[in-house]
């Protein structure tokens, strides 16, 4: 992915937008990490991110950025759709990783542990 695509993708939105989109995150966050654990090599991350995006202390900014990332994520068709082996996540991937290394001096330690605890309980 291009970091054109990728900056739409990660570009702010209206507040009512980002509503809707943190909804949809909630709702099918769980699921898709069961299903991408395995390609996605900084799971941990991802989590973390996600505990991070619904801290209301997270700073609005950075929770929108997370937000539009966890959204692209959790949405069954993208620029390659998820339910393709292999290759599904691969665009999640990047948008995911650019979003959190935009982000990452606001995953804080709490964020962190509460990202292990999750994936333990998911494996």
């Not at 996605?40 to 997370?66: H, I, K, W």
């Not at 993208?78 to 691969?90: E, I, K």
Request: glycine share 4%.
């Amino acid at each position: 992915m291009d970091d054109v695509k990728i900056g739409e993708i990660l570009a702010p939105v209206r507040p009512e937008e980002n509503s809707r989109r943190e909804k949809a995150v909630k709702r099918r966050f769980w699921r898709t990490v069961k299903k991408a654990a395995r390609q996605v090599p900084f799971m941990e991350d991802v989590v973390a991110g996600y505990y991070c995006a619904l801290d209301s202390n997270t700073p609005t900014r950075v929770r929108g950025v997370l937000i539009a990332a966890l959204f692209y994520f959790v949405l069954p068709l993208d620029v390659v759709p998820d339910f393709l082996a292999v290759f599904g996540f691969t665009d999640d991937v990047a948008v995911l990783a650019a979003a959190l290394s935009a982000i990452r001096a606001h995953i804080t330690p709490a964020h962190r542990l509460a990202a292990r605890r999750a994936l333990a309980d998911v494996d």
